[in-house]
């Protein structure tokens, strides 16, 4: 089963415009929540996390936003940049075990 | 400080070897932790070490084993390999478990089964 889901394999949009990308969990026992970036041949990059003791977190053009009770949380990346074209991939952990779940990913392609 | 390495970059094996990959984790970093990342799929964890023990490990075999040494870097070993252990083998480090900076990734192993 996928406790973390990337409904969107891929997203397009024109830089200086805003990227949102969601993801969605199914495991109460999470309580952090991470979003990576990763370019082609290179390992994921930490980007910026939220704890759910928190709604938003926000680090320069990155913000995230958690909603807990939807199970649910997106990152906005405002403006876009070319250079932000990467696959972005959410990932929690929880509880005691500190295994970081991930999705499957989400292919950010943003346009000059 | 120096990141988190990893060896060798590319690796083809033939179904049945045996495979070793190895990682020198980010300096001062104590835990190390394995993900196979297959085609089109996210990392899934194998297992983690810390501070030389295994303290986690995911859904993978007993053929899939690792250590940890004193200077952190660490292991993975891969027995009687099959054509679905070909993926990206990506080894993260972080400074304690759960680190709540999230964990430095290398750039992974691709491994390909024939």
């Known amino acids: 089963d996928q406790q973390v889901k990337q409904n969107s394999p891929s997203l397009s949009v024109q830089e200086g415009r805003i990227s949102i990308l969601n993801c969605d969990y199914t495991n109460s026992m999470f309580d952090y929540f991470l979003w990576y970036k990763k370019y082609p041949a290179e390992g994921p990059t930490f980007l910026i996390s939220i704890s759910s003791i928190k709604d938003k977190n926000e680090d320069g053009r990155f913000t995230v936003f958690l909603n807990k009770s939807a199970k649910h949380l997106s990152l906005h990346i405002v403006p876009s940049q070319p250079g932000d074209s990467a696959v972005y991939f959410c990932a929690a952990f929880g509880g005691s075990n500190y295994k970081l779940t991930f999705g499957k990913g989400t292919l950010l392609t943003v346009n000059p | 400080e120096t990141g988190v390495t990893q060896s060798p970059t590319h690796l083809i094996k033939t179904r049945g070897q045996q495979v070793t990959l190895r990682c020198s984790s980010q300096s001062g970093h104590n835990t190390v932790s394995w993900y196979q990342q297959a085609l089109g799929q996210g990392p899934q964890f194998i297992f983690q070490?810390?501070?030389?023990?295994?303290?986690g490990r995911g859904n993978f075999p007993p053929r899939f084993s690792g250590l940890q040494f004193p200077n952190y870097s660490s292991e993975l070993n891969v027995n009687a390999l099959e054509l679905d252990d070909s993926a990206l083998y990506l080894c993260a480090s972080s400074l304690e478990q759960g680190s709540n900076y999230g964990y430095t990734f290398g750039s992974g192993t691709r491994l390909t089964v024939v």
């Open positions: 070490y810390y501070r030389e023990e295994e303290n």
